[in-house]
């Protein structure tokens, strides 16, 4: 009885994180869970970690959280956005151990020059560059399996329309930590760009 409660009870407040800031974008091409997207460029505050993807997440989660409570220069408290970025930062595939950069986005309406320095090691601030990308959405767990399942897809949905893959795929993790794993929502982002066959064709029609 006690978890029906409790889910009904974060069911209720689902609204009120809907309405957490997230980066600037505009819609290219949508169809269905898939999406084209060019993101303006963005501040953000992240770390590295050496671990497993899973274990990595959580891990900088803390270091990140702490900075936004204030733990930086000004002893500022910055309000949390979403989504919690991750992506893969090892430049040979074949070096030994995974190093992972995880990243909050910050708020649009701080200036750069007031963004204030982290004084935690291994904290750093960032400016991210305008970039388009392709995205798909679901929902539930974030394992291995799905994650892999839905990168193919996305790669197969960024060849049918013209494009091709330009960097490492990008986690992007919507919910808090103690949202129940099926209520979660999850994309997968890739950089990409018109393949040199379909230059002219930006991959059917822009979304009104």
Do not use: C, H
């Not at 309405?19 to 974008?25: F, G």
């Not at 808090?176 to 059917?204: A, H, M, S, T, Y």
């Amino acid at each position: 009885m006690k978890l029906i409660i409790l889910t009904i009870a974060m069911l209720f407040s689902l609204p009120a994180w809907a309405e957490i800031e997230q980066p600037n974008y505009k819609v290219i091409l949508e169809k269905g869970i898939f999406a084209i997207r060019d993101y303006t460029s963005v501040m953000a505050v992240e770390t590295e970690v050496f671990s497993s993807r899973k274990e990595a997440a959580s891990d900088a989660f803390r270091r990140l959280f702490r900075y936004i409570s204030g733990e930086n220069e000004d002893n500022l408290e910055i309000s949390m956005t979403s989504p919690v970025a991750q992506t893969l930062a090892n430049q040979n595939y074949d070096d030994s151990a995974e190093r992972w950069i995880v990243r909050f986005f910050l708020p649009r309406n701080m200036a750069e020059e007031n963004i204030p320095l982290p004084s935690e090691k291994g904290v750093t601030v960032s400016k991210l560059k305008a970039q388009r990308f392709a995205s798909v959405s679901f929902r539930g767990s974030q394992s291995d399996k799905k994650i892999e399942e839905n990168t193919a897809k996305l790669k197969a949905f960024i060849a049918q329309n013209g494009y091709e893959a330009s960097g490492r795929p990008i986690y992007a993790f919507y919910d808090p930590p103690f949202i129940p794993w099926f209520l979660r929502d999850n994309e997968i982002l890739l950089p990409v760009k018109l393949n040199q066959q379909n230059i002219e064709n930006p991959g059917g029609n822009k979304a009104k």
